[in-house]
T-cell receptor
């Protein structure tokens, strides 16, 4: 199956700093990527839909100025958590859909963010 | 708004048992349904994907069925093994929805423990 690489897998940062998470589709082109957030023992909640070359679409309740999404190419989307706070500590997972095979989205390995 | 519910929330079985995980969804206008496995602190591994026109999919010891009209899917695991211990998530993709198209709605998951 297609491979989605997410980096870093784990990051610890201080309150007030910004953290960037990368999501890359390694062997396919992805016009659309999705960013999810997962709190401990809870399911995945969609944060935003990232479309190549255009602005991301954010779900209700997600602060677009805090969670900056950039999808500058067909193989890379980034999520930047700005001015991070301890409550932003979570597991962030991206998924990408192959533009030529429109049936399935493929998931990255996830990023564990801890804000101290 | 689509809601996905998984029952049971947790399941503990002895090795060798056959077991069934349940998933229900409120809006039958789905494009497909997907079952995932998630190990602690890890990303998602896709197990089976059922298109809306299909009734079941099989892979090895796993069999997933879909009854779209009643809003239900089951994941059957035969001859369970300790290595099957993980959280199992089901997710549905909407058939329509403009900016919603392609994004998945996840259930809360079933935590499976298979003990030797």
């Amino acid at each position: 199956g297609a491979v989605v690489s997410q980096h870093p897998s784990r990051v610890i940062c201080k309150s007030g700093t910004s953290v960037k998470i990368e999501c890359r589709s390694l062997d396919f082109q992805a016009t659309t990527m999705f960013w999810y957030r997962q709190f401990p023992k809870q399911s995945l909640m969609l944060m935003a839909t990232s479309n190549e070359g255009s602005k991301a679409t954010y779900e209700q309740g997600v602060e677009k100025d805090k969670f900056l999404i950039n999808h500058a190419s067909l193989t890379l989307s980034t999520l930047t958590v700005t001015s991070a706070h301890p409550e932003d500590s979570s597991f962030y997972i991206c998924s990408a859909r192959d533009r030529t095979v429109n049936t399935e989205a493929f998931f990255g390995q996830g990023t564990r963010l801890t804000v101290v | 708004k689509q809601e996905v519910t998984q029952i049971p929330a947790a399941l503990s079985v002895p090795e060798g048992e056959n077991l069934v995980l349940n998933c229900s969804f409120t809006d039958s206008a789905i494009y497909n349904l997907q079952w995932f496995r998630q190990d602690p602190g890890k990303g998602l591994t896709s197990l089976l994907l059922i298109q809306s026109s299909q009734r079941e999919q099989t892979s090895g010891r796993l069999n997933a069925s879909l009854d779209k009209s009643s809003g239900r899917s089951t994941l059957y695991i035969a001859a369970s093994q300790p290595g099957d211990s993980a959280t199992y998530l089901c997710a549905v993709r909407p058939l329509f929805g403009g900016t919603s198209y392609g994004k998945l709605t996840f259930g809360q998951g079933t935590i499976l423990t298979v003990h030797p």
